[in-house]
């Protein structure tokens, strides 16, 4: 079921909140919920064509919601680091600490890259410390990113509920970094792209990053946020989803909602 809102409506619910775009047209796809039934999740999902000015979403109120961002402020981790010469270049070393985790990746001396790539908590918790609290902070507030709240432990803000961001605002992220229009210097922007890269092809290429942590509830939040990209032509999406089930596999549910959904609206096959 579609349900088209007039602008009016549209303007009236979402034009502070709705950062990320300028939008000519906004529905709602009720369509998508079934993919988070099928996977006995709550979540939302919005996606942006950026050459049409169209943005759809399923589940408006938790689209701007704030929530705690997990592992996709690497992004922004990544981006600061880089920016300020913590860390030099993408195949810059983060020594491992020597303390064995359960993600085997973890535990072995990692680039940039590397660690972006599997997602390594310890490795950019040791990028944050480096950076330290007060020039974390400077670069939050420019970006206004969330609530901009670090708290008390500047290693683990963004998996401990202090820091929390809306699915539109990390939208509104990932839109401003394709196109090179966040504070930070091209060639940074383009490292940070560049390890978002998860797959490019003669159809599509297809960039994200992906969270996973546990809201102040104890239940498991899950993210995908970046953009498919079709005959050079940009698709920004954000995907959050939230779960009780202890048991629940959160990286693959995550993918599934987002190929079902993607794979619905046509991408794939270089069509779009």
């Avoid at 950062?19 to 709602?28: F, K, R, T, Y």
């Avoid at 432990?153 to 394709?178: C, H, R, T």
């Avoid at 290429?205 to 809201?215: A, D, E, L, R, V």
């Amino acid at each position: 079921m579609k349900i088209k809102y007039s602008a009016f409506h549209v303007l009236a619910i979402v034009a502070i909140l709705l950062s990320s775009c300028s939008m000519n047209n906004v529905e709602q796809d009720n369509s998508f919920k079934k993919y988070f039934d099928e996977n006995k999740v709550n979540g939302s999902f919005a996606l942006f064509d950026n050459g049409r000015g169209k943005f759809v979403i399923y589940n408006l109120k938790r689209d701007t919601t704030r929530i705690l961002p997990a592992s996709t402020f690497k992004i922004v981790n990544a981006l600061v680091a880089l920016q300020t010469g913590v860390i030099t270049t993408d195949s810059t070393i983060i020594k491992w600490d020597g303390v064995q985790r359960n993600v085997s990746n973890w535990n072995q001396d990692l680039s940039l890259a590397q660690a972006f790539r599997y997602s390594s908590v310890p490795h950019f918790q040791e990028i944050a410390r480096r950076i330290g609290r007060d020039t974390m902070q400077k670069w939050i507030d420019s970006l206004k990113y969330g609530n901009m709240k670090i708290g008390p432990a500047i290693d683990s803000f963004w998996l401990d509920n202090s820091l929390q961001v809306s699915p539109d605002e990390e939208m509104g992220l990932v839109k401003k970094l394709y196109f090179d229009q966040l504070p930070f210097r091209k060639g940074v922007q383009k490292a940070v792209r560049d390890m978002m890269l998860q797959e490019d092809n003669s159809n599509y290429t297809i960039s994200y990053k992906t969270g996973w942590g546990f809201n102040g509830e104890n239940h498991a939040i899950g993210w995908v946020v970046g953009w498919i990209e079709e005959n050079r032509h940009p698709y920004f999406f954000v995907l959050n989803i939230e779960t009780a089930d202890p048991e629940a596999d959160i990286p693959a549910i995550r993918l599934n909602i987002l190929n079902g959904i993607l794979k619905q609206k046509g991408f794939f096959e270089g069509k779009m």
